[in-house]
């Protein structure tokens, strides 16, 4: 048996080591990403691993089958770069990895929460300019506050569990009820109810149609003042503009991202000055004490690089051997 693995990086690569040595398979890793220059890498191989935001094209996809790789075994959750009518006629199995580590959003999530609670992107501004004073940047405490969940999903909860060792009260919106979280009484029935409630809303649900730009001027406006707005799931759920209106007037006080709307292409992108960052937008929520922009990296741990490699490689190894996989997607 032997594998192609795509556009692996340097900090994969120690994992897919690993993996090959343990499993005595030959995968073969390749720096580039799976396009039309490249695809021809995999013939002679049995399946493919793959991570990539451009899109698996349909002529990339036939190419592919036609040099006899249709086990292709994606690294991330994502399959909507993946041309649907290219998979089903030439009948590839595909998989992803649809979990490899909710803790590691849920802690950088609550992580930043906790920076802007406790005011330390200001105090170590005052700090490195010699100003050791307190006032006027007094904190807030988690235990006395109601943090809102948007969608009680693995990494919702993963969060829910840190909020609650913090002694904060939960209260949670999905449109499907976890039935051990409805045993506990958190459920609110809209998302209506959740934004008069909640001192901190924590965003944990996919984008889809229905969700777009789910934080929009009405929804801000039926938020308790100074709200609190974490979004580590998926820029589309927040309008930006409307976001920065909020920000001004204060209905928000502050706000912590992983994700933005217009993040491809720009998101680890070294643009060597801040004045070059070719985003306006997010330059001015960049530019603000009190909202904490970080480019996509919540995924971004050694546990969960490691169980994106490693489970993308069994899945294959399953592909190839049986023809089946727990983790395939359908494109039905
Ligand atoms: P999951 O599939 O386990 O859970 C998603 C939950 O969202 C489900 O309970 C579902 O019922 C709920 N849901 C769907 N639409 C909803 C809506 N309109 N309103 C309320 N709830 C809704 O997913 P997960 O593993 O917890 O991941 C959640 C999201 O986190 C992902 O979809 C992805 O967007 C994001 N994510 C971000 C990173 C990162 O690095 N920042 C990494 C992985 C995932």
Do not use: C
């Amino acid at each position: 048996m032997k594998i192609i693995a795509y556009g692996i990086r340097d900090d994969e690569q120690p994992y897919l080591e690993q993996w090959s040595k343990e499993q005595g398979i030959e995968v073969k890793a390749v720096a580039e990403l799976l396009d039309e220059q490249t695809v021809d890498l995999a013939k002679g191989y049995d399946g493919a691993v793959v991570y990539q935001q451009k899109p698996y094209t349909a002529a990339v996809l036939d190419q592919l089958a036609a040099n006899g790789v249709t086990n292709l075994s994606l690294r991330n959750v994502g399959v909507d770069n993946v041309n649907a009518d290219a998979v089903k006629r030439n009948g590839f199995k595909v998989t992803n990895v649809p979990a490899y580590s909710p803790a590691a959003i849920a802690e950088l999530t609550v992580t930043q929460l906790m920076r802007l609670l406790r005011r330390t992107p200001t105090f170590d501004r005052k700090q490195a300019q010699g100003d050791l004073t307190w006032a006027p940047d007094i904190a807030d405490e988690l235990n006395q506050m109601t943090v809102g969940i948007v969608a009680t999903g693995r990494i919702g909860r993963a969060a829910m569990r840190i909020y609650q060792g913090f002694g904060a009260k939960v209260i949670a919106y999905d449109v499907f009820h976890n039935p051990e979280l409805e045993k506990q009484g958190i459920y609110v029935d809209t998302l209506d109810e959740l934004y008069a409630q909640a001192d901190v809303i924590s965003l944990h649900a996919p984008a889809t149609k229905d969700n777009d730009h789910m934080l929009d001027d009405a929804a801000f406006a039926k938020m308790k003042d100074g709200v609190w707005i974490l979004n580590p799931a998926r820029g589309a759920l927040i309008d930006t503009d409307a976001l920065i209106l909020a920000l001004d007037s204060g209905k928000v006080a502050g706000a912590a991202l992983d994700v933005y709307e217009d993040e491809v292409g720009i998101f680890n992108a070294d643009f060597k000055n801040f004045d070059a960052i070719p985003d306006e937008r997010l330059k001015n929520l960049m530019k603000r004490e009190n909202v904490l922009v970080t480019p996509h990296i919540a995924f971004y741990t050694k546990t969960a690089v490691k169980n994106m490699v490693q489970f993308a490689l069994n899945n294959n190894k399953q592909l190839i051997e049986t023809g089946r996989a727990e983790n395939e997607v359908s494109f039905d």
